[in-house]
């Protein structure tokens, strides 16, 4: 490959089976549960001029579905050698993220086992083709017998027909604890026989949703000379704005080496950008949800679960897509095609102004890049919007859809909003943690919190109307777990305190917040030490090649402590460092009876804006649009 991020091949894929099959690796029941690029170190990229040989290295994470063995692997494609091979102590470790194939193994054993077709028949259930069987991450709980097992717990939904939505006829009560290795039930529990929703919610079926509206006209984006932005090897440039786009099963899309030219200087903003992790912990604390805390990225693998979108559909415009290929568990590649979109949208007024003095009258139209992808992970789908904007802006924005997770609701359940008659939907929260290598202008960085307060009255503020901005720098890793503060407008700055703006001041990009909250668990919780970079919205830590994942690499069934906690303890200098800074941010789902039965997209994220990284308005260029008369 011509380039150190380049995404894998398929080529590469199959060359990286045979390494590992060449080095006594492989046995008829060795799964590939990863199989992903190993990025060099950001020192060795940043070194690289093109022609340079480059080292093309994968990282594997292999299970034994016999034993329930697994270890971690790292080998070249390049020098045809395994490089490292770690054994796991899933007791310790965690679990390797749950395989496609495990969704059809774990209905497959529940569906076997006599006490769960009992519990079934118990509720009237006799045909269990119309049962969907849900896999679900187990967590990490303490329970005698499992610290090691490779586990998944079912809960189960009805089907009228096939073609009936499941999640509309919760089977309440029925929890199945699976061993996926020995393949068993290894604890039913059968709680309460609650009455199983009958109403049908077949959002897809017209006899359902009744007549369609006729009032809509076409909209139809005329783009007659094409789009604006070029696609060269993974490289998009689009007015000012230059990244490479990566792909990773675990991460899904992911952002390399983000630059934006200003003059003559291509100017470094990230070094990478991605969803490192996302958790849906869920508020409900009897006995058969308890443990329902799923980490979408490391349990799921996003990038495994990434949708092939639609033109006119999913996308709309002069539409640029890029197909993707992942490894199967047979460590085969996989390609999802119409996997990434990348299109421009118009986004409105940019800047305006009507003189008073002058009689001028100004206006520019806003625009942006939108690099996106969707996944589907079980009941919930999610889709992942990268924006660049003319002004020197990005923002990153999650639109969460699909069906809400399900449960059987009877008047005074506290746990559940009731969303159709006797169907509840139990509280939950989304929350993300976006990566962000950060590189404004070089390596050399620092973060400030940045508090505006009023001023108490005083001789400096004799009427009392003075406010100010206060500035903190963070200059230790143990400083710099923080929280969002709405009521003091609080951002983060990323600067560089090497590199000034002609007002001599440090350039800088900042990070605003939403005002959400972060994980609501208690801090005592496992979902708390599982998903510590949830309670903090910012995390900054010195970079280090191998901190990629939040919650640790092998989040599944793991006890807790990895990743962000871990690194911290060394409370690491972060002032004029090359950092890293981990964005935690989502939604609290109190679920509405308009949520259902497929929610309208609900939104999350976070922007950052460029404060005196430009000298002023960068976006004074953009020409006006001819006026339509
Ligand atoms: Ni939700």
């Known amino acids: 490959m011509d380039h150190p991020l380049a995404r894998l091949t398929a080529e590469e894929i199959r060359a990286a089976r045979a390494v590992l ?28 001029a093109a022609g340079d040989p480059v080292d093309r290295r994968v990282r594997a994470v292999l299970l034994d579905s016999d034993t329930g063995q697994s270890r971690t692997v790292l080998a070249s494609i390049s020098r045809d050698e395994v490089d490292q091979v770690t054994d796991v102590n899933p007791a310790v470790d965690g679990q390797p993220p749950i395989l496609l194939e495990e969704f059809g193994a774990a209905d497959e054993i529940v569906k076997s086992d006599a006490r769960w077709r009992a519990a079934m028949s118990r509720r009237g259930i006799t045909d269990f ?41 919760p089977i309440d009560g029925v929890v199945a604890y699976v061993d996926l290795t020995t393949r068993e039930v290894v604890d039913l529990l059968d709680q309460e026989t609650r009455p199983i929703p009958r109403e049908e919610a077949n959002f897809d079926d017209p006899g359902y949703v009744g007549p369609v509206r006729t009032t809509l006209r076409p909209i139809e984006i005329a783009q007659p000379q094409g789009r604006s932005f070029v696609v060269e090897d993974d490289v998009v440039r689009w007015e000012g704005w230059s990244l490479r786009i990566g792909f990773d099963a675990r991460e899904g899309l992911v952002l390399h080496q983000i630059t934006f030219r200003d003059g003559d200087r291509d100017r470094p903003i990230i070094y990478r950008a991605s969803i490192a992790e996302m958790v ?29 979108l639609a033109l006119g559909c999913d996308c709309v415009g002069d539409i640029h897509y890029l197909d993707v290929v992942v490894a199967d568990g047979d460590g085969e590649p996989r390609e999802i095609r119409n996997a990434v979109c990348l299109h421009e949208e118009d986004f409105g007024v940019l800047w ?35 924006y660049f904007y003319l002004d020197g802006t990005m923002a990153l924005e999650v639109k969460l859809t699909g069906v809400l997770f399900t449960s059987s609701y009877c008047d005074g359940d506290e746990w559940a909003s009731e969303v159709a008659p006797g169907l509840g939907a139990p509280y939950h929260q989304h929350l993300f943690c976006a990566r962000l290598d950060m590189m404004i202008d070089g390596v050399t960085n620092a973060v400030e919190e940045i508090d505006v307060r009023g001023e108490p009255v005083g001789s400096r503020n004799p009427q009392g109307n003075a406010f100010v901005p206060s500035v903190t720098r963070l200059t230790r890793e143990s400083h710099a777990a923080r929280v969002a503060e709405p009521a003091l407008a609080r951002v983060w700055h990323i600067v560089n305190p090497q590199q000034t703006n002609r007002l001599g001041r440090p350039v800088a990009y900042a990070l605003c917040p939403q005002g959400q909250p972060t994980l609501l668990a208690d801090e005592s919780s496992s979902i708390a030490r599982r998903a510590a970079f949830a309670t903090r919205h910012l995390w900054v830590t010195r970079y280090h090649p191998a901190e990629r994942y939040p919650a640790g690499e092998l989040v599944n069934q793991h006890p807790g402590g990895a990743g962000i906690p871990r690194w911290i303890a060394a409370d690491r200098s972060l002032d004029g460092e090359d950092v890293v800074v981990w964005r935690t941010f989502g939604t609290t789902h109190i679920p509405r009876p308009e949520d259902w039965p497929v929610m309208p997209a609900d939104t999350c994220g976070f922007v950052l804006k460029p404060v005196g990284f430009f000298d002023r308005n960068p976006a004074l260029d953009v020409p006006p649009t001819p006026s339509a008369g």
């Open 21 to 48: 099959q060449g080095a006594g690796l492989l046995t008829k029941a060795t799964r590939f549960a990863v199989l992903a690029l190993e990025e060099p170190p950001k020192q060795e990229v940043m070194a690289f």
């Open 280 to 308: 849906v912990p869920y508020a409900d604390p009897g006995p058969v949800r308890y443990w329902q805390n799923y980490f979408d990225a490391g349990e799921y693998l996003l990038g495994q679960q990434t949708n092939s």
């Open 129 to 169: 083709d119309l049962v969907c069987a849900c896999p679900l991450s187990a967590g990490s709980f303490d329970i005698p017998g499992e610290p090691g097992r490779r586990m998944l717990r079912v809960l189960s939904f009805l089907q009228h027909h096939q073609a009936d939505h499941p999640w509309a006829h």
């Open 352 to 386: 305006k102004h009507s003189d008073l003095f002058t009689g001028s009258a100004e206006t520019r139209r806003q625009r942006r890049l939108v690099i996106s992808f969707f996944v589907t992970v079980g009941n919930y789908d999610y889709g992942f919007y990268w």
